[in-house]
Nanobody
């Protein structure tokens, strides 16, 4: 089964930007892909999803600030995050849309002044 390695997280001030990457160990071309996030004590939530036709879906809380994209040739999914807010602080994961593949370790995003 495909494995994912997320990277690009870090500490950023409110209003700042980060670009997350998700490298897959195998082909992702057949999957709709998504980014999720989780904070302690809460369920993992869908942040954004992208299907192979290019259609994208965003959670209301990030719509207009985050952009999901994919490069099937590089087996990589990206999440560009702009205008970050403290409430965006979480561990971010990628997976197939629906979350039915193995989860990676995630990448920590902390938005704080």
């Amino acid at each position: 089964q495909v494995q994912f390695v997320e990277s690009g997280g870090g500490l950023v001030q409110p209003g700042g930007s980060l670009r997350l990457s998700c490298a897959a160990s195998g082909s992702i071309s057949i999957y709709a892909m998504a980014w999720y996030r989780q904070t302690p004590g809460k369920q993992r939530e869908l942040v954004a999803a992208i299907i192979n036709g290019g259609r994208t879906i965003y959670a209301d809380s990030v719509n207009g600030r985050f952009t999901i994209s994919r490069d099937n040739a590089k087996k990589t999914v990206y999440l560009q995050m702009n205008s970050l807010k403290p409430e965006d602080t979480a561990v971010y994961y990628c997976n197939a849309d629906g979350g039915y593949l193995n989860w990676g370790q995630g990448t920590q995003v902390t938005v704080s002044s």
